[in-house]
């Protein structure tokens, strides 16, 4: 499979970028962080939600893990 877009940004509280992924039916796999959580409750998202933690290597790491298990399940 291939993953069609990806993206990333810690700080990013809302998820502008979430919602470009789901608006074009993009899968999307980003961190639990400010509303973000909430967006990607919808019904018809594509979504995988990764916990963000104190460390910022494991977190990345948990990230690129799914981003993988996301794109070879495409």
């Known amino acids: 499979g291939r993953l069609k ?3 990333y940004d810690s700080t990013e509280g809302f998820g ?3 919602l470009e ?3 074009f039916g993009r899968p999307c796999v ?3 962080v400010g509303g973000i ?3 990607m409750a919808l019904p018809e998202a ?3 939600l990764v ?3 104190h460390d910022r290597r494991e977190d990345e790491a948990a990230l690129a ?3 993988v298990e996301v794109a070879n399940s495409q």
């Open 21 to 23: 992924s789901l608006l």
């Open 37 to 39: 959580p909430e967006v």
């Open 65 to 67: 893990d799914r981003v």
């Open 51 to 53: 916990p963000l933690g």
């Open 16 to 18: 502008l970028r979430v």
């Open 30 to 32: 980003t961190f639990a």
């Open 5 to 7: 877009s990806a993206a």
């Open 46 to 48: 594509q979504a995988w």
